[in-house]
């Protein structure tokens, strides 16, 4: 059986190389159409050859080593998917290449059940790694019966040996031909095969199944790109036994082994416990892991990860690192395991009590700011980007300013002083001084960002301007009853209740006198219901650096006071707002003669709320 060169490269680059090579081999020119190819997934599962004489399955063998692969045909039998008799009219000789594969959820399945089978104490049963290892064990299982009950499926993607009598005489002109052949005699051939003109097109399909390979129901390692043409196929030919005319593309794997080395746990801004499994380092999906999550105390039980347990990690795109299964070798008795995970009923961080409220899956450290970690965690929060913005305040600088006992509080932060801040470990005079400005810049801000800054438990963005926009001023809301809140759009009575709860909390309210004591401010403006907005109808464009608003301060400055905000200066645009280092869009707004404010005069329009 065949081969294929298969490339681990993960850049388009590798698909470019390919098509320059058969170009190449073909001795085309450059001024020469594209290169017709079929671009196909790479199965993750176990390469088959099924043998056909005068339409009945007579072999099913592994590719071995290529030469002489093992014999499986009783096994193979058992698989559904894989007809034995073909429709008559078949070559009387013919070979179907493809992969036999597990499907994720029937993987999880069969997982699941050997789970209970080794808790009930049967021997040598084990957990599979991935469904890949789970298919290749039922296809050289020695006893049918057994790998009856393993769900396999297949794909077919390629032929062997095809003929009438006398070898050689291909019946087909196009692989894509084949592939709809091999369909109609009754061959599951996989819906994601695409025709693709040259190298472009490769690397569109490339990264098209690379963007929505989490979604198949079944796991893929790379795509496959073979030459269409048959004829082409034959001049293009092999090198040993890899053919010339075809290539594998994989991609970076996103599940891989490791070993447990702790678990820890972990307290978030709201509290939250989340238990954190540490890990021997490992490169999966094209970084290096140390830490998983656990997510929360019934999930740590539920794939009852140990420590000294070999797990499989998994990270896919740009999502968490996570344990996704324990592998329990057969035979492993289960006093040579580590002890249960069990959640701690103190914060790890502060001692106060953790408790786990009914219907919840988390526990929660009950410190509240009193907690470091929770501490830490609020101050992030609050001077983060999308809320007041304090640009530089990152959580190294924050871990240091906590630990060190200078910050206790929100308000805290704008009582540091140059001193303090220039006091600390690796803290030169000049980011200091950037951090002061950050601060006093952060000052002028929104309600909604203000709101959202304080962290209240289900009080996102949206919910944040929501509240703004419902009640126009911060202390109708910190007055408002958990009824009163629920007439704001979105808010239900779980969010109500959290609001209301937070503000009837002296300390919560002391924090929030503090900070506009330290001259943290925004508009304060009615209910959107009751009278028009200073800017309605209004259309503006913002450019350059305005002398304290952000960009993001200034745009929202405008909606809350009805205005819009545009990206580009037109007729249409009524105002542009002009900072230090304004370019072409303040010339177009000279051109056009649209009037030209500065930062001051926007603000004067903004709180003049006639
Ligand atoms: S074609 C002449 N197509 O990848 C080329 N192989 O070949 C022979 N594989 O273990 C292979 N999906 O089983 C081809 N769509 C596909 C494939 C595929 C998976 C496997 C094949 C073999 C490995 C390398």
């Not at 190298?199 to 963007?211: D, N, R, S, V």
């Not at 007055?479 to 709860?501: K, M, R």
């Amino acid at each position: 059986m065949l081969s294929i060169r298969t490339e681990t490269d993960t850049e388009s680059s590798g698909a470019q190389a390919f098509d320059a090579r058969v170009r190449r081999e073909l001795e085309l020119k450059d001024t020469d159409p594209a290169v017709e190819y079929v671009a196909e997934l790479k199965f993750d599962g176990l390469a088959i050859n099924l043998r056909y004489e005068h339409g009945v399955l007579v072999q099913a063998a592994t590719r071995g080593d290529g030469e002489t692969g093992e014999d499986v045909t009783q096994n193979i039998r058992t698989v559904g998917q894989i007809p034995l008799r073909l429709p008559s009219g078949v070559p009387s000789v013919l070979e179907v290449r493809g992969e036999v594969y597990m499907r994720r959820d029937d993987f999880e399945a069969l997982n699941e059940r050997q789970r209970q089978r080794i808790a009930q104490g049967e021997k040598g049963e084990k957990t599979f790694v991935n469904p890949r290892n789970a298919a290749a064990g039922a296809v050289r299982q020695l006893d049918p019966a057994i790998a009856a009950q393993r769900p396999l499926s297949f794909f077919a993607y390629g032929v062997g040996e095809v003929h009438n009598g006398k070898p050689g005489d291909s019946r087909f002109a196009t692989h894509m031909e084949l592939l709809q052949t091999l369909k109609q005699w009754g061959f599951p051939v996989a819906a994601q095969v695409d025709i693709a003109q040259g190298a472009p097109e490769l690397i569109a399909y490339h990264q098209h199944i690379g963007a929505m390979r989490d979604q198949l129901p079944f796991d893929i390692d790379g795509v496959v790109y073979k030459v269409n043409s048959i004829a082409l196929q034959q001049r293009l030919g092999f090198v040993s036994r890899e053919p010339r005319w075809a290539v594998a593309h994989k991609y970076p794997a996103q599940e891989q082994l490791t070993t447990v080395l702790g678990i820890d746990v972990q307290v978030g801004r709201t509290g939250k416990l989340t238990p954190v499994a540490k890990l021997a380092p490992v490169f999966v999906g094209g970084v290096t892991v140390t830490n998983a999550t656990l997510h929360n105390e019934d999930e740590a039980r539920r794939k009852d990860v140990r420590v000294g347990d070999t797990v499989v990690v998994r990270r896919a795109g740009d999502v968490i690192p996570e344990v996704v299964s324990v592998v329990l070798p057969a035979d492993q008795a289960e006093a040579e395991r580590g002890p249960l995970f069990t959640m701690p009923h103190v914060c790890p961080v502060c001692g106060s009590a953790a408790v786990r409220e009914e219907g919840e899956a988390d526990y929660r450290c009950t410190g509240g700011l009193f907690c470091s970690a929770q501490r830490k965690q609020a101050i992030l929060h609050f001077a983060q980007r999308r809320a007041v913005e304090v640009e530089g305040l990152g959580d190294k600088l924050v871990e240091q300013l906590v630990d060190a006992g200078i910050i206790h509080t929100l308000p805290d932060l704008y009582r540091l002083g140059l001193t303090a801040l220039a006091g600390l470990d690796r803290m030169a005079d000049k980011s200091a001084q950037n951090i002061v400005q950050a601060l006093e810049k952060s000052k002028q801000t929104t309600l909604p960002r203000f709101l959202f800054g304080l962290g209240i438990r289900h009080v996102g963005e949206s919910t944040a301007k929501a509240l703004a926009k419902h009640f126009g001023q911060l202390d109708a809301i910190m007055d408002a009853s958990a009824e009163a809140l629920q007439q704001v759009n979105d808010v239900g009575p779980v969010v109500a209740e959290s609001i209301h709860t937070f503000f009837q909390q002296p300390h919560n309210r002391e924090v929030v006198e503090q900070l506009r004591a330290c001259g943290v401010h925004w508009p304060e403006g009615d209910p959107t219901s009751a009278g028009p907005k200073p800017l309605a109808g209004k259309t503006f464009v913002i450019t350059g650096t305005l002398p304290t608003l952000g960009r993001d301060a200034a745009k929202d400055l405008i909606e809350a006071a009805g205005g819009k905000v545009s990206g580009s200066v037109s007729k249409k645009t009524s105002f542009v707002v002009a900072g230090a280092e304004a370019g072409s869009k303040l010339d177009k707004a000279q051109e056009l003669g649209v009037p030209v404010l500065d930062e001051s005069a926007l603000l004067e329009m903004v709180h003049d709320r006639a």
